[in-house]
T-cell receptor, first 114, second 115 residues
Framework: DTGVSQDPRHKITKRGQNVTFRCDPISEHNRLYWYRQTLGQGPEFLTYFQNEAQLEKSRLLSDRFSAERPKGSFSTLEIQRTEQGDSAMYLC????????????FGPGTRLTVT | DQQVKQNSPSLSVQEGRISILNCDYTNSMFDYFLWYKKYPAEGPTFLISISSIKDKNEDGRFTVFLNKSAKHLSLHIVPSQPGDSAVYFC??????????????FGKGTKLTVNP
């Protein structure tokens, strides 16, 4: 039983460039979440999908951020015109029906904006 | 505002002894509480959860206690092992009026178990 996978694990980009991250949840998990973690902080909620529907976006998610989950399977998170403040670990999690409170996290994508 | 607080940034215990990690919360709408363990350069690993209607849940060496009146929960690890050394995050789940679910995390406590 594979866990949540994320790609890439590390991304270094120059300010102003666009980046896209991918998350593959645990199969049959219909709920998918994106979080962001910076140094010394706990993960902060960004957005939530139930199947393919995006049900909530945090106010942390500016207009430069967009997330999709086509067909309710994998998800992508895109950041346009990256800024140095976007440097963080981006975490994806999924949870199953019946125990949706148990969120299982992937290894994260470490983004560095230079 | 910090709805979930872990006031101890670090904790050091001897192998074989009990580790007690504490967490306080302010929002009465949280319905589940969870503990995660995190190693460097990895995502958080789910450890144990407790419903807001329970006061104790046990899984092997890990026990979580919930005191709803005090808005306080704790994670007990007995006996502590060197492999337990990691950052532990307390998290609380909230379901919004729109049906969205999210976890709110504390800042974490770094546990070091000395051999």
């Amino acid at each position: 039983d594979t866990g949540v996978s994320q790609d890439p694990r590390h991304k270094i980009t120059k300010r102003g460039q666009n980046v896209t991250f991918r998350c593959d949840p645990i199969s049959e998990h219909n709920r998918l979440y994106w979080y962001r973690q910076t140094l010394g902080q706990g993960p902060e909620f960004l957005t939530y999908f139930q199947n393919e529907a995006q049900l909530e976006k945090s106010r942390l998610l500016s207009d430069r951020f967009s997330a999709e989950r086509p067909k309710g399977s994998f998800s992508t998170l895109e950041i346009q015109r990256t800024e140095q403040g976007d440097s963080a670990m981006y975490l994806c999690a999924s949870s199953p029906n019946g125990r949706s409170y148990e969120q299982y996290f992937g290894p994260g994508t470490r983004l560095t904006v230079t | 505002d910090q709805q979930v607080k872990q006031n101890s940034p670090s904790l050091s215990v001897q192998e074989g002894r009990i580790s007690i990690l504490n967490c306080d919360y302010t929002n009465s709408m949280f319905d589940y509480f969870l503990w995660y363990k995190k190693y460097p350069a990895e995502g958080p690993t789910f450890l144990i959860s407790i419903s807001s209607i329970k006061d104790k849940n046990e899984d092997g060496r890990f026990t979580v206690f919930l005191n709803k009146s005090a808005k306080h929960l704790s994670l007990h690890i007995v006996p502590s092992q060197p492999g337990d050394s990691a950052v532990y995050f307390c998290a609380a789940r909230r379901i919004t009026q729109g049906g969205s679910e999210k976890l709110v995390f504390g800042k974490g406590t770094k546990l070091t178990v000395n051999p």
